[in-house]
């Protein structure tokens, strides 16, 4: 597949509990901005992606993306909240070395994730078979989601990662939807990691 330009992207997400999740995304191609909106609440989710704000150019929800949204919740509370994981819908499965296997539990949909860690007891990669992409064609497969994590700093008292990076197609239920690059860049805002770096890599 032919490469094309960078494509400048800013997100904001906000998280609560109970499992709730906004993301909020700015994107600008061809001097056009593009606005979306992801929202996770109660085990739905939905995109809503407009061209100026005003004009739906792709809108998505669904089973998939309700999977989807709870593997991404649970990546957010084992990189960003750790302290959250002795909650009871997290169930501990087996070990393996360095990782263990967990299970998330909530609505009625359940994820797994092997979570690595490294000899100081460090979260350095989440690792989930459970999460769905759009693919060129339009169908819905899945994809492995991995967010390794590196460079622990101590900020205000707390152990965290200064970098966490998602291998995945990030974002590609809205890139493949619209007429943009099959890359882009993002710099996000993110209140718990110091600096998010968002990568895509082709399975």
């Not at 998505?60 to 009871?88: H, Q, R, Y």
């Not at 990076?165 to 809205?174: D, G, P, S, T, V």
């Amino acid at each position: 597949m032919k490469q094309k330009e960078w494509m400048p992207l800013t997100s904001e997400q906000y998280n609560f509990m109970p499992a709730t999740r906004l993301f909020f995304l700015d994107a600008t191609k061809k001097q056009i901005p593009v606005s979306g909106f992801h929202s996770f609440k109660n085990g739905k989710a939905y995109m809503d992606i407009r061209l100026l704000s005003l004009f739906k150019v792709q809108y998505m929800e669904g089973k998939e993306m309700n999977i989807s949204e709870t593997v991404t919740f649970f990546n957010d509370l084992c990189c960003m909240a750790p302290a959250a994981l002795i909650d009871e819908r997290i169930k501990w499965l087996e070990t393996e070395g360095n990782k263990v296997k967990a299970t998330f539990t909530d609505f009625g949909i359940t994820v797994s994730a092997w979570l690595h860690f490294n000899e100081k007891g460090e979260l350095v990669n989440f690792v989930s078979e459970d999460r769905y992409a759009a693919s060129e064609n339009g169908e819905t497969i899945k994809l492995k989601w991995s967010t390794p994590l590196r460079d622990y700093k101590i900020t205000n008292g707390y152990n965290w990662p200064v970098t966490l990076k998602l291998f995945i197609r990030i974002l590609m239920e809205i890139l493949h939807m619209l007429p943009f690059p099959q890359r882009s860049q993002s710099q996000c805002k993110n209140n718990n990691i110091l600096s998010m770096n968002l990568h895509k890599k082709h399975e």
